[in-house]
Nanobody, 115 residues
Framework: QVQLVESGGGLVQAGGSLRLSCGAS????????RGWFRQAPGKERELVAA????????YYADSVKGRFTISRDNAKSTMYLQMNSLKPEDTAVYYC????????WGQGTQVTVSS
């Protein structure tokens, strides 16, 4: 069983930056391809960035391409999402999971971007 814990969210002004972290306990998370997902109020949860288990392949949704960077440290079983040039439309609860999301969801971390 893998338990996922997201952290690093907060309130930031448009144009600002945040760095999210995803930690995992339990069975090793390192062997999974991983992704960052987000869910805004009234919207479906969506994949915003993904990374292969070896970190050799990354994917970004068009809405975040060029602004967000996903990375992982398998030795620490941790994944990161560096978010720059944040926009109000990035406001959402951010979650990490395997990609595709086959694990139980964590609590997520709230990101709020003010205009």
């Amino acid at each position: 069983q893998v338990q996922l814990v997201e952290s690093g969210g907060g309130l930031v002004q448009a144009g600002g930056s945040l760095r999210l972290s995803c930690g995992a306990s339990g069975r090793t998370f390192s062997s999974y391809a991983r992704g960052w997902f987000r869910q805004a109020p009234g919207k479906e949860r969506e994949l915003v960035a993904a990374i292969s288990w070896s970190a050799g392949i990354t994917y970004y949704a068009d809405s975040v391409k060029g602004r967000f960077t996903i990375s992982r440290d398998n030795a620490k079983s941790t994944m990161y999402l560096q978010m720059n040039s944040l926009k109000p439309e990035d406001t959402a609860v951010y979650y990490c999971n395997a990609n595709p999301p086959t694990l139980g969801w964590g609590q997520g971390t709230q990101v709020t971007v003010s205009s």
